[in-house]
């Protein structure tokens, strides 16, 4: 089955730290960029980050730059968001999500989402 | 802030024809895409380089534009569609990054 699923949120202090996982089946998740996006309570969606497929050219939104850091386990078919100095406005639910398409892409794959409180 | 511009809310009767509007200079060059977005689900793709349908989403859904505008169209809006619906194109400072508009939350009354 072709899916996302990511993991890992909860609640945490702010100036903490939180791993999210991001585990693709079904395809092969090297071929495709995939994105970070989150959606603070009652908000739209916020592009956090991406992996594009080589793996080095990592990019962030300018909110998280420097304390939020994205990486992949090839063998495990998982990407990660590591979390760093979190700040209550990063209470949000975070998804992953698959690019498809050339230079008109999209996103056609999402998961469920993994929720991340900031709060003391 | 969102480069891709979107009217907070509209709603449509029943069974009639809603048209969502996005507007953003990066329309001019990049082709958009809508997600329609459930409470307490994730968003899920409707059309895709501006008129395109995924396979099993309704042909009540249609997509267009020109310039620095795009619409989704709902024709015979369904109660199901009530949804917030997002924009969504490539950010014209990186091609890597997504640009998504501020989304609309549809009421079908």
């Known amino acids: 089955q072709v899916q996302l699923v990511e993991s890992g949120g909860g609640v945490v202090q702010p100036g903490g730290s939180l791993t999210l996982s991001c585990a693709a089946s079904?395809?092969?998740?090297?071929?495709?960029?995939i994105h970070w996006v989150r959606q603070a309570p009652g908000k739209g969606l916020e592009w956090v980050a991406v992996m594009p497929t080589d793996g080095i050219n990592t990019d962030y939104a300018d909110s998280v730059k420097g304390r939020f850091t994205i990486s992949r386990d090839t063998s495990k078919n998982t990407l990660y968001l590591h979390l760093n100095n979190l700040r209550p406005e990063d209470t949000a639910v975070y998804y992953c999500a698959r690019v498809r398409g050339g230079s008109d892409w999209f996103l056609d794959l999402w998961g469920r989402g993994t929720r991340v409180s900031v709060s003391s | 802030s969102s480069e891709l511009t979107q009217d907070p809310a509209v709603s449509v009767a029943l069974g009639q024809t809603v048209k969502i509007t996005c507007q953003g200079d990066?329309?001019?060059?990049?082709?958009v895409s809508w997600y329609q977005q459930k409470p307490g689900q994730a968003p899920v793709l409707v059309i895709y380089?501006?008129?395109n349908r995924p396979s099993g989403i309704p042909d009540r859904f249609s997509g267009s534009g020109s310039g620095s505008t795009a619409s989704l169209t709902i024709t015979g809006a369904q109660a199901e569609d009530e949804a917030d619906y997002y924009c969504?194109?490539?950010?014209?400072?990186?091609?890597?990054?997504?640009?998504f508009g501020g989304g609309t939350k549809l009421t079908v009354l």
């Open positions: 079904g395809f092969t998740f090297t071929s495709f960029p």
């Open positions: 380089g501006k008129t």
């Open positions: 990066s329309l001019r060059y990049y082709y």
């Open positions: 969504q194109s490539r950010d014209r400072t990186s091609n890597q990054r997504v640009a």
